[in-house]
Nanobody
Framework: QVQLVESGGGLVQAGGSLGLSCAAS????????MGWYRQAPGKQRELVAT???????NYADSVKGRFTISRDNVKNTVYLQMNSLRPEDTAVYYC???????????????????WGQGTQVTVSS
């Protein structure tokens, strides 16, 4: 199993900034892609940004130019810096990762998807 521990979030006025972080841990797992999704009340969960182990990033159009995703591969931690926040950014933000478990005895690898518990981001107008 992989555990994702999120921190950050909270309440901010429109135009303000917030930062999120998420640390992944799990024995015998290698952490591959990491990222953030969000879910607003009454809406489906949507991608915010992802980053692979090589540092390549992908952003939702709605956050491009305002949010920056980064990661520390040594700490298996992903960060999301959110600037110029808007009321429509209000949501529960979930950390996400794809992790691979390699079993040496059988020389097999299998990848799994994991989610964090979510952290609330509220942007007031």
């Amino acid at each position: 199993q992989v555990q994702l521990v999120e921190s950050g979030g909270g309440l901010v006025q429109a135009g303000g900034s917030l930062g999120l972080s998420c640390a992944a841990s799990g024995n015998s797992f290698s952490i591959n892609d990491m990222g953030w999704y969000r879910q607003a009340p009454g809406k489906q969960r949507e991608l915010v940004a992802t980053i692979n182990s090589g540092g390549s990033t992908n952003y939702a159009d709605s956050v491009k130019g305002r949010f920056t995703i980064s990661r520390d591969n040594v700490k298996n931690t992903v960060y999301l810096q959110m600037n110029s926040l808007r009321p429509e950014d209000t949501a529960v933000y979930y950390c996400w990762t794809i992790a691979t478990k390699t079993t040496i005895a059988t020389k097999t690898s299998r990848s799994y998807q994991y989610w964090g518990q979510g952290t609330q981001v509220t942007v007031s107008s």
